[in-house]
C-alpha cells in the first residue's frame, strides 16, 4: 500500500506472484520446478520448499508426541515421488524410511513404508468430492 498498490494488486502479489513463483522466476507448478532443476532460483524454490513441509511435519510430531503414520495426499503428495522421497530421506533417523520401488507405484492408496520403517507412510489420495458429496448429504431432508 506504501507503493502505492491496491487492495487487488496486493492480492495478487500475494496470491499469484509469491511462493513458488516468487523465488524460482518461472512457475508456481512444482512439476515445472522439478523439470528445471538446472536453474538456480528454481533449485532454491525447491529446496525451500521441501524445508518448509519438513518444519511443518516436524512441528506436528512435537505437538502429538510422535508419529504413527505419516501420509502424502492431494497433487503433490499424491503425484510426486521424488517430493515424498526427500521429505521422508530427513526423517531416517527417526525411523521413517520409504521403499524407493514402491514410492513409484500408482494408483493410490499405497503403503511406501519400507519393513524396516518404524512409521507407516502412506499415499492415499483426497477425495474430495466424496467429502463434497458426504457433507452435501447432510442437509438432505432425511424421509
Same mark, same amino acid.
Given at each position: ?24 522466476g518461472i512457475s508456481s507448478d512444482l512439476r515445472t ?42 497433487? @503433490? ?5 521424488? +517430493?515424498?522421497?526427500? /521429505?521422508?530421506?530427513?526423517? #531416517?533417523?527417526?525411523? =521413517?524410511?520409504? %521403499? ?11 503403503? @511406501? ?5 518404524? +512409521?507407516?507412510?502412506? /499415499?492415499?489420495?483426497?477425495? #474430495?468430492?466424496?467429502? =463434497?458429496?458426504? %457433507? ?8
Amino acid at each position: 500500500m506504501r507503493q502505492g498498490l491496491g487492495a487487488e494488486a496486493i492480492d495478487r502479489l500475494l496470491n499469484r506472484e509469491s511462493g513458488l513463483l516468487g523465488i524460482s522466476g518461472i512457475s508456481s507448478d512444482l512439476r515445472t520446478i522439478l523439470a528445471t532443476q538446472d536453474n538456480d532460483r528454481a533449485r532454491l524454490a525447491y529446496a525451500i520448499f521441501i524445508r518448509r513441509l519438513r518444519e511443518a511435519i516436524g512441528a506436528m510430531m512435537a505437538d502429538l508426541g510422535g508419529l504413527d503414520a505419516l501420509i502424502f495426499t492431494a497433487g @503433490i503428495g499424491e503425484n510426486s515421488a521424488q +517430493v515424498r522421497q526427500d /521429505v521422508c530421506a530427513y526423517w #531416517e533417523f527417526l525411523g =521413517i524410511e520409504i %521403499a524407493p520401488d514402491r514410492n513409484c507405484l500408482r494408483p493410490c492408496p499405497v503403503d @511406501i513404508s519400507s519393513h524396516a520403517s518404524r +512409521v507407516k507412510v502412506l /499415499v492415499i489420495p483426497t477425495q #474430495e468430492d466424496w467429502a =463434497i458429496a458426504q %457433507a452435501c448429504y447432510e442437509f438432505v431432508p432425511k424421509i
